[in-house]
């Protein structure tokens, strides 16, 4: 199943122009990881449109301070950036439609998407249409969202993907949307 442009700006008014840029690459990613049921497809794109600010980021937004916590410290080891106040914060901000963040996440979807290490060195990849979707995407299917979404366990995946409940309510608001537009009856 493919979405439209049409349905898209219908589930993310505030994406406007972005949506034409985006639509072949969203298509795509979910085609590749089986992101391709109605239900699926409404969850993946409300959690996709929270993370994104509704297809108008694809990198994190901060300063440097605020990107100094990936940099130092137990996040940024838990990240698997090195100890040292290097850059790796800042190297390794979210990106992509989803925000892939540290260099831990980077190697593992740089090796899932290109079978290399390329994101270690090219992080800015993530800032392109199609391999912000593909990675938004792969990170879905690694962290087994397409069965969450199957049993409509909404909360659980924004769990996986934020780590709590932050922007739950711009999110479900999104999945009603989506579920609307996507969804011929309840539940499908």
């Given at each position: 199943?493919?979405?439209?442009?049409?349905?898209?700006?219908?589930?993310?008014?505030?994406?406007?122009?972005?949506?034409?840029?985006?639509?072949?690459?969203?298509?795509?990613?979910?085609?590749?990881?089986?992101?391709?049921?109605?239900?699926?497809?409404?969850?993946?794109?409300?959690?996709?449109?929270?993370?994104?600010?509704?297809?108008?980021?694809?990198?994190?937004?901060?300063?440097?301070?605020?990107?100094?916590?990936?940099?130092?410290?137990?996040?940024?080891?838990?990240?698997?950036?090195?100890?040292?106040?290097?850059?790796?914060?800042?190297?390794?901000?979210?990106?992509?439609?989803?925000?892939?963040?540290?260099?831990?996440?980077?190697?593992?979807?740089?090796?899932?998407?290109?079978?290399?290490?390329?994101?270690?060195?090219?992080?800015?990849?993530?800032?392109?249409?199609?391999?912000?979707?593909?990675?938004?995407?792969?990170?879905?299917?690694?962290?087994?969202?397409?069965?969450?979404?199957?049993?409509?366990?909404?909360?659980?995946?924004?769990?996986?993907?934020?780590?709590?409940?932050?922007?739950?309510?711009?999110?479900?608001?999104?999945?009603?949307?989506a579920r609307a537009v996507l969804c011929q009856s309840p539940g499908e």
């Amino acid at each position: 199943m493919s979405v439209t442009q049409d349905q898209l700006v219908n589930i993310l008014p505030n994406a406007r122009t972005q949506a034409g840029v985006f639509i072949s690459a969203l298509n795509a990613a979910m085609e590749r990881f089986l992101i391709n049921t109605p239900t699926r497809i409404a969850a993946f794109l409300a959690q996709v449109g929270h993370e994104s600010g509704q297809l108008q980021y694809v990198r994190e937004l901060g300063n440097n301070q605020y990107l100094s916590k990936y940099d130092t410290g137990t996040l940024a080891l838990r990240l698997g950036n090195t100890p040292e106040a290097d850059g790796d914060g800042q190297k390794y901000r979210g990106r992509g439609l989803i925000q892939i963040t540290g260099r831990s996440n980077y190697r593992q979807c740089s090796l899932g998407l290109f079978g290399d290490e390329r994101l270690l060195s090219l992080p800015e990849l993530l800032e392109q249409p199609q391999w912000a979707a593909e990675s938004a995407a792969w990170f879905w299917e690694q962290n087994g969202l397409n069965e969450l979404a199957d049993r409509d366990q909404f909360n659980t995946i924004t769990r996986r993907i934020n780590g709590g409940l932050n922007g739950l309510q711009d999110r479900l608001e999104i999945w009603a949307r989506a579920r609307a537009v996507l969804c011929q009856s309840p539940g499908e």
